[in-house]
């Protein structure tokens, strides 16, 4: 065999160093596996942590985005990158228990049967080098006995030449030199067997114990490379294990990808966000020129008539816009004033605000865009919407509190401090409050045959323990079915209240009017009193929080109120606020907005409600006007003891 190591015979160390290399080899390459296996979990633990970084939060939002193909997409992108993610996971796992585990016991019995067989050619050259130095002894005595019988030999012959020598001397010489030829034929003997035993046992060494070492050690290298070559096609089917799955990953994320629909996430949009309000009327034309000359043909530049105070709307609004051109012909005030506070709604504020410049022009404008707005009695609109308007009913405590005027920006106020939204979703649009409510329907649905497939199947069982008393308690079942009967009951009046409002929103029921400012004593006036105009627009006015409120001024649309609005208003009416302080104004404010009041400078007002940080104070005038005026236009007096007291000026 041409490539046996039994040609290597006399490079025992060099055979020793080259095996010991080997195992080093595959330690080394244990190590390259187990930190690739590293790697692979590193990696896996990232993608498992970055899916997890971008999955949806439980919230509200996330049922919003499950509503769009593309979010659905990504969501099953990253699900699918979570089951990459446990591929590679897998990938560590194998080669951990595949390579690592298996290379790391090979490498022990790997060293163990090295060292085995080298121990075997250790001792193996150990004797060999025994017999040679035996060898060694052995010829070094028989030459050393060869040359005392040559010189006793010579000895004897020179004492038997010798005439003087005595026969006893000769004869004794004899004997010597007889002695050492027979010690050195044994010499000769003994170095004759150890030579031919050495020949034997170097022939045996080197042609049969070295090489069947060398031999096993070959068959142990070669075994060691076979592992290894196995080990590293391992390392590839590992990989190439998982490659069904990760392309089944990756159709999985392209199959998500080609579900995008962008047709339908467009519909989603108006599904999500269709409000149901109905766009504005058309803007009709405002001949200026009249309104100016019925401004002055109704005013006295030398002496203004005094309004009538308890006149509300577009009456109060006038007799401020005549102060308002009263002020241009006179002198200044003393001081000027600060500047107005910001509109304490949050909302968007009016795309027609009353500006603080007498303009005459901008007024009407105003004026008439706010009468515009009321084109259709009832019937929200999409500037209704952007002006914060969210519900066709309000609450009644809150028109007490608006006296019938409800306040939006407290509406607003009191579902952040209680951090719910209302049970009847009025804080939303009509078509997405319709969605609201159906979707709460269909859950209370559910609930309800859920807990009634729960009675059938208690009943049944109770049937069976009447039928079979061996069984069961009948009257255990009883708490449990009575229990089940409440709740039901429970569902079925929410399911009834949430019909309602459905109802409600659709028009199958008789929708309660919304409320209108609090006029009573304009209602009687307009039923003896011809419309304003042919049209019968409503009158929007603004007020200081952002919002507005719709008013009716047709004497047909003034019969369409129920008695039982009437009566609410009239609570509200009576149900007064309390003062809690009075206020003294140190500058004069114009309140173009509905829901402001005029000031004058010096004038003392009752404070109903303290500003909350808007900027806005909320008083009182002769107890039958209510309004909001700038905080830093008045110098406040709190006393709780002032309630119902009258200002002093």
């Not at 060099?14 to 010991?20: P, R, S, Y």
């Not at 942590?49 to 919003?64: A, D, F, M």
């Not at 309800?448 to 009675?455: H, T």
């Amino acid at each position: 065999m041409g490539a046996c190591w039994s040609y290597t015979r006399d490079q025992f160390e060099n055979l020793e160093k080259h095996t010991q290399w080997g195992i080093d080899f595959v330690e080394r390459y244990t190590k390259f596996v187990k930190e690739r296996s590293e790697i692979e979990l590193n990696y896996a633990k990232q993608i498992r942590n970055l899916s997890k970084k971008y999955q949806p939060k439980k919230s509200s939002r996330e049922e919003e985005e499950s509503k769009y193909t593309w979010c659905r997409a990504f969501l099953a992108s990253l699900n699918e990158l979570n089951d990459y993610a446990g591929q590679h996971e897998l990938i560590a796992e194998n080669m951990t228990s595949q390579i690592i585990a298996e290379l790391t016991r090979y490498i022990q019995d790997l060293k163990a049967e090295r060292k085995t067989h080298f121990h075997d050619g250790r001792k193996a050259q150990q004797h060999i080098e025994n017999s040679w130095k035996q060898l060694e002894l052995c010829k070094r005595n028989f030459e050393r006995a060869c040359k005392e019988a040559d010189r006793a030999q010579q000895y004897f012959e020179k004492m038997d030449a010798d005439i003087n020598v005595t026969k006893a001397d000769v004869e004794k010489a004899r004997q010597q030199a007889q002695l050492r030829h027979h010690m050195a034929s044994d010499s000769k003997n003994e170095y004759s067997s150890y030579l031919q035993k050495f020949n034997q046992e170097q022939t045996e060494h080197y042609h049969t114990l070295i090489p069947n070492i060398f031999q096993k050690l070959q068959e142990m290298e070669e075994r060691r490379i076979e592992r290894v070559g196995e080990s590293m096609k391992t390392f590839a089917e590992v990989d190439r294990q998982i490659l069904p799955i990760v392309g089944k990953c990756l159709d999985g994320i392209t199959k998500a990808a080609e579900g995008i629909e962008s047709k339908t996430d467009s519909a989603q949009v108006v599904e999500s966000y269709k409000s149901g309000f109905e766009p504005p009327g058309d803007v009709e034309f405002e001949d200026y020129g009249q309104a100016m000359k019925r401004t002055v043909s109704e005013n006295s530049l030398t002496k203004p008539d005094k309004p009538d105070k308890s006149v509300k709307g577009k009456s109060k609004l006038f007799f401020f816009k005549k102060n308002k051109l009263m002020s241009l012909l006179t002198s200044p005030a003393p001081h000027q004033p600060p500047p107005e506070p910001p509109s304490p709604s949050p909302v968007t504020p009016d795309p027609c605000p009353a500006p603080q410049t007498p303009k005459q022009p901008k007024e009407a404008l105003s004026h008439r865009f706010n009468d515009l707005m009321t084109s259709k009695p009832k019937m929200h609109c999409l500037r209704s919407l952007r002006r914060g308007v969210s519900s066709l009913h309000y609450h009644k405590e809150l028109m007490k509190r608006t006296l019938g005027r409800p306040t939006y920006a407290f509406e607003a106020r009191q579902y952040v401090v209680s951090g719910v939204n209302p049970e009847d979703c009025s804080h939303l649009p009509p078509e997405q409050r319709r969605k609201k409510l159906q979707a709460k329907i269909d859950d209370i649905s559910k609930d309800i045959q859920k807990e009634m497939d729960q009675r059938d199947a208690l009943t049944k069982m109770k049937d069976v323990y009447v039928k079979n008393p061996q069984m069961g308690d009948p009257s255990s079942v009883d708490p449990r079915l009575a229990e089940i009967a409440q709740h039901i009951d429970k569902l079925q009046t929410e399911l009834q209240k949430f019909e309602g409002w459905l109802a409600e929103v659709e028009g199958r029921m008789p929708v309660r009017s919304e409320p209108t400012n609090r006029q009573s004593s304009v209602y009687d006036r307009q039923s003896n009193t011809p419309p304003a105009n042919n049209n019968c627009a409503q009158d929007r006015e603004s007020s200081p929080d952002g919002s507005y409120t719709e008013e009716q001024s047709s004497e047909v649309q003034t019969k369409v109120q129920t008695d039982t609005e009437f009566d609410d208003f009239d609570d509200a009416e009576e149900d007064l606020l309390p003062t809690i302080g009075t206020c003294k104004a140190l500058y004069p404010f114009e309140g173009n907005n509905e829901g402001t009041l005029t000031l004058a400078e010096g004038e003392v007002l009752f404070v109903i409600e303290e500003d909350k940080g808007d900027g806005w104070t909320r008083v009182r005038r002769n107890e039958e006007e209510e309004g909001y005026i700038p905080t830093s236009y008045v110098e406040v007096f709190l006393d709780t003891n002032t309630k119902g007291a009258r200002p002093h000026t």
